[in-house]
């Protein structure tokens, strides 16, 4: 049966776009909460230095944002970026040309900025990363704001920092990026900085090179390790947002769409969205929810699961599509066998898509899907995956 648009137009109230904040913000509260308490316990706080870790979909970037409206509801001065090439002079950069756009109202401040020499008229350009590093930007904003909070008489605020998509292969910024950021957090300053990235590469971002660890300050950083939410929060996430457009889902519907999100933030939104979308009227019904659902799916492998197979090995694809071929669980004796490999072979294939967090061990000699729909995708598109173990 092919289900049309509905007649009334009400704007829908999910958002399916990655990164983007969602209306109803699914079981992340106490992480919100841990880093509000942070900013208010002042410099020194373990939670002002976090990292957040989790795959493709599960709310990373959400939850950067959600950050960043903690620190700006207190008055902090937020900074953004990804860590892609160049992103510690990007930063750079973006605090020069603040300095500059309130150069007057700065006028008398004990900045670095102003024992260089280049007068009130100067040209941000001309500031080389030499002559004006990183850290003396950051100490100069830093102070800035703190002038300005004691002029207005405000409490003390400070300046927040977030990265989001990390990767091992900026690793040498990273560390020059975590050494300054080390000595200001030393010094007392109001400084907070979140970080944020997929599992692969943050692992290997933090592993040991030749026993010592490059990123010291990334080891020692709040961990915050991101999972599926539970389907209280499910079930609430999809029914806040529809509260507010005078639409009822169906008692059904709302179990077979919670059921089908799996706890997976992103899906919440793409199931959310497409069934509002194939409503009749003001109610979603199980027909409805079961087209928004088979929608969602495809489109959560066109926008997740396409781009991190993508990044995979040969090899990579080749043990999960072995695994695909069973309906739950896979034995590791079975894909070795299918492999026609070492077990030491399989094994080494086993860790990285562990670390990759797109699979997990449900008991000992077993590996099973960590990501909703991976095995449906899997098999949907095998043909187009290449198998060649060899």
């Known amino acids: 049966m092919f289900y049309t648009w509905t007649v009334t137009h009400r704007k829908n109230p999910f958002t399916a776009t990655l990164g983007a904040t969602p209306p109803y913000l699914a079981g992340r ?4 909460e841990e880093f509000a308490y942070a900013l208010d316990d002042g410099p020194g706080s373990h939670e002002r ?4 870790v989790g795959p493709r979909g599960i709310g990373k970037t959400v939850l950067l944002n959600a950050f960043e409206d ?7 001065r937020i900074l953004n970026d990804t860590a892609s090439a160049g992103f ?15 150069r007057t109202a700065l006028k008398g401040f004990n900045l670095h900025l102003f024992q260089l020499g280049i007068g009130m008229q100067w040209d941000p350009k001309t500031l080389s990363a030499e002559a004006y590093p990183l850290r003396k930007a950051l100490k100069d904003l830093l102070h800035a704001q703190r002038k300005l909070d004691r002029i207005s008489h405000s409490d003390p605020t400070g300046v927040l920092i977030t990265l989001d998509e990390m990767h091992h292969q900026r690793s040498n910024e990273v560390i020059d990026f975590g050494a300054t950021i080390q000595h200001l957090v030393r010094e007392g300053e109001n400084i907070a900085v979140v970080m944020a990235g997929i599992p692969s590469s943050i692992k290997t971002l933090l592993a040991s090179q030749d026993g010592s660890n490059p990123v010291t300050f990334l080891r020692r950083a709040n961990r915050i390790e991101l999972d599926r939410v539970a389907d209280t929060d499910v079930r609430k996430a999809l029914e806040a947002p529809v509260e507010e457009t005078e639409v009822n889902w169906d008692s059904g519907a709302l179990n077979s769409a919670v059921s089908a999100c799996q706890g997976y933030p992103f899906m919440i939104q793409l199931v959310g969205l497409w069934a509002f979308r194939f409503r009749t009227n003001n109610t979603i019904s199980p027909e409805a929810a079961k087209e928004g659902i088979s929608k969602a799916r495809r489109k959560l492998g066109q926008l997740v699961r ?3 197979l993508a990044e995979l090995s040969p090899i990579d694809r080749t043990f999960l599509l072995h695994m695909a071929q069973d309906d739950g669980p896979s034995s590791m004796s079975d894909i070795t066998g299918r492999l026609g490999k070492s077990s030491q072979y399989a094994s080494n294939y086993r860790r990285r898509l562990l670390d990759s967090e797109l699979i997990e061990t449900p008991s000992s000699g077993q590996v099973d899907f960590a990501l909703p729909y991976l095995r449906d995708y899997l098999r949907e598109h095998a043909a187009s995956l290449v198998i060649d173990p060899h």
């Open 29 to 32: 509260k106490d992480s919100i």
């Open 70 to 76: 903690t620190a700006s509801d207190r008055g902090w």
């Open 306 to 308: 396409e781009p991190a």
């Open 49 to 52: 230095i976090s990292l957040v």
């Open 88 to 102: 510690a002079e990007r930063l750079r950069a973006e605090i020069i040309n603040t300095l500059h756009l309130n």
